[in-house]
């Protein structure tokens, strides 16, 4: 590769040849968009994430039907619900936000749109935990807790979501709603699990707009510790033994070795969640002219993709849609 007989630059001469030779394409079939379902029926926007707006039912509908239009196929829904209680056990409740938007988005459009639905109980507990407190100790309990996300998953399922998405880290979960979903002759319904969650700073505009934040303390006693990738590969393995069909790294652009480690691993299909915190940099640093928020946007994007992820979570899908568009 000596030169002149090497020049790289012929490979960007035009945006043409470019394109020829470009290694990694983000498409509107990879991207995942996250929306609120607000059980009172409030559509105002979310202040700590600009563009983004909570749904009743009915706009959300409304909403999907746009999108799909463009190309965009995957939603995953998270619920705010009126009412909590210390267990979060009103997750589970068939005529839940959550559960009556699902059944209308398959009534509506059928298997032309991938329902996926988170699965925890942080916005539906008192306290904001993922999972059951001791109230003597204060501490979160993994078994205890599992019993409960396995009824919210077979409440997702039952009312037509094609994919779970356990968010919580408790141990052993995803066996759990895996087993419970055979029993119940689920067994074409997908799990997605949030399999390296990490207790990152990235998650602070989502717990706003989901009034999910902790009442005390935090949740670095079942979330990963930032400082661990080899225990990041362990509960993937744990996940695939327990039944796991797609795996996800959460947040993304701080982990984009986590995520090139997962597909060198796994032939799971890899899912990474562009967060709540990185969205509102990027549109942030945008609204003071600091950025070109559509270059930054792809740019982060293909970082994700180029990684291997196969699957991107981002509250930016529906303007990428649309920049797709505009470009074919």
Request: proline letters at 5%.
């Amino acid at each position: 590769m000596e030169f002149p007989r090497t020049r790289m630059r012929r490979y960007r001469k035009s945006e043409a040849i470019r394109d020829l030779v470009a290694e990694t394409d983000v498409k509107p079939e990879d991207l995942v968009y996250p929306v609120f379902v607000r059980e009172d029926g409030r559509r105002d926007e979310i202040d700590s994430m600009p563009g983004q707006r909570y749904h009743s039912v009915g706009s959300l509908i409304e909403e999907v039907g746009k999108l799909l239009d463009k190309g965009l196929k995957a939603f995953i829904l998270f619920g705010v619900p009126e009412k909590k209680d210390p267990e979060g056990r009103s997750a589970a409740d068939p005529e839940g936000v959550v559960q009556r938007a699902v059944r209308a988005l398959k009534d509506e459009y059928g298997d032309e749109v991938v329902v996926i639905t988170d699965v925890c109980l942080c916005q539906y507990t008192t306290h904001g935990h993922c999972g059951i407190v001791d109230e003597d100790t204060g501490k979160i309990l993994n078994d205890p807790t599992l019993e409960v996300l396995a009824e919210v998953a077979l409440s997702h399922a039952e009312a037509g979501a094609d994919v779970v998405a356990p968010s919580d880290m408790m141990d052993g979960r995803v066996g759990v709603i895996r087993e419970r979903l055979e029993e119940e002759g689920f067994d074409d319904v997908l799990i997605m699990s949030y399999a390296a969650k990490y207790h990152s700073a990235f998650y602070g505009p989502f717990r706003e707009a989901a009034e999910s934040a902790p009442e005390f303390g935090d949740r670095s006693t079942y979330q990963m510790d930032p400082r661990c990738l080899r225990q990041a590969m362990m509960e993937m393995e744990l996940d695939v033994e327990e039944g796991a069909d797609i795996l996800m790294v959460k947040p993304a652009l701080p982990y984009l070795d986590v995520i090139r480690e997962a597909r060198r691993r796994f032939d799971h299909p890899i899912a990474a969640y562009q967060v709540s915190g990185e969205y509102s940099m990027i549109k942030a640093a945008a609204s003071e002219g600091y950025i070109d928020e559509k270059a930054a946007v792809l740019e982060t994007l293909t970082s994700i993709k180029r990684a291997g992820a196969d699957i991107i979570l981002t509250y930016f899908a529906p303007e990428v849609v649309g920049w797709l568009s505009e470009g074919s």
